[in-house]
């Protein structure tokens, strides 16, 4: 069974930076699309911001709008989630997902639903 593994979580203060990382235990693997999902304790697990490794094409929730980007690198097959301006509601675990299934609007894989492999999650602390 394949898994995502995170990286790069960790400390920060508010208005400050963290990079996220997420790459297959197999290098061989691929998906669709891949997203990053973020959970509070407490709270359901939501969708962040995507991008659909055939082309780039990207989606991402309003909350992180202007402050994360998302960015995929086919040659070390490696996904990164550079997030500036941190808040302190940003603060959450943070779970790369990737999906298999293609789907023509890339707001559908804001669905938790449609993702098949999941990683084990990174902690992310926004505090001064």
């Known amino acids: 069974q394949v898994q995502l593994v995170e990286s790069g979580g960790g400390l920060a203060q508010p208005g400050g930076s963290l990079r996220l990382s997420c790459a297959p235990s197999r290098r061989s693997f691929s998906s669709n699309f891949v997203a990053w999902f973020r959970q509070s304790p407490g709270k359901e697990r939501n969708f962040v911001r995507g991008?659909?490794?055939?082309?780039?094409?990207?989606h991402y929730a309003d909350s992180v709008k202007g402050r994360f980007s998302i960015s995929r690198d086919k040659t070390t097959n490696t996904m990164s989630l550079p997030m500036n301006t941190l808040k302190r509601e940003d603060t959450a675990v943070y779970y790369c997902?990737?999906?298999?299934?293609?789907?023509?609007?890339?707001?559908?894989?804001?669905?938790?639903?449609?993702?098949?492999?999941w990683g084990q999650g990174t902690q992310v602390t926004v505090s001064s």
């Open positions: 991008i659909r490794w055939s082309n780039g094409e990207t």
């Open positions: 997902a990737g999906a298999v299934r293609e789907y023509y609007h890339v707001s559908m894989y804001s669905r938790r639903q449609m993702y098949h492999f």
